[in-house]
C-alpha cells in the first residue's frame, strides 16, 4: 500500500515538474508565434510556403497539449493522478513540437530526422491521450498527435 502511495506521490510530482516546463514553452511559443506574425510580411523568412502544413500541424498539436496539460493538472489537484502519464506524455510532445516547428520555419538541415522522430513522439502521445479520450481535451490532443503524424509523413525534402 505505501509503495502505491510512494509511486502516485512520484508521478504528481512528475506533473507538477511539467507545468513548470509548459508555462516556459507556452510562453516560449507566444513569443514566437507573436514574432513570425510581426515577420509575416518580410520576404526573409526561409521555409515559406514549403513547410508551412507542417508547421500549423505541429503549432495546433502544442495549442492542443497546453488544453490536455491543463485538465491533467486540475485532476492533480482534486487528487487524480490517473494522468500523470498522460501529462508526462504531452509534456514531452509539446516541448518536440515547438522546437520541431521552429525547424520546419528554418528549412532546418535536420527537419528530415525531426520528422522521423516526430512520427514516433506524436505516435506515443496519442496513444497515451487515447486512453484518456473520455476527456475532451484528450481526446483533442490524441486528434492533434494524429494530424502531425500524418503532416511528418506527407513531408518531403
Known amino acids: 500500500m ?3 502511495i510512494s509511486e502516485e506521490r512520484r508521478k504528481m510530482l512528475i506533473g507538477a515538474g511539467a507545468l513548470g516546463a509548459t508555462a516556459l514553452a507556452a510562453s ?5 508565434a507573436a514574432m513570425a506574425e510581426g515577420m509575416a510580411g518580410h520576404h526573409h523568412h ?8 507542417l508547421a500549423k500541424s505541429l503549432h495546433h498539436c502544442v495549442a492542443t497539449a497546453e488544453a490536455c496539460i491543463d485538465h491533467c493538472l486540475d485532476s492533480f489537484k482534486s487528487g487524480d493522478t490517473t494522468l500523470a502519464d498522460c501529462a508526462i506524455s504531452v509534456q514531452e510532445t509539446m516541448a518536440f513540437c515547438t522546437a520541431h516547428a521552429k ?3 528554418y528549412n532546418s538541415k535536420y ?8 512520427i514516433q513522439v506524436c505516435g506515443d502521445c496519442e ?7 473520455k476527456h475532451a481535451s484528450c481526446k483533442a490532443c490524441a486528434d492533434a498527435c494524429a494530424t502531425c503524424i500524418k503532416a511528418c509523413k506527407a513531408y518531403t525534402v
Open 127 to 133: 496513444k497515451e491521450c487515447r486512453k484518456h479520450e
Open 111 to 118: 527537419l528530415k530526422a525531426m520528422i522521423d522522430l516526430g
Open 2 to 4: 505505501q509503495e502505491n
Open 46 to 53: 526561409a521555409a515559406g510556403g514549403k513547410h508551412q502544413e
Open 28 to 32: 516560449t511559443l507566444g513569443t514566437t
Open 103 to 105: 525547424l520546419a520555419s
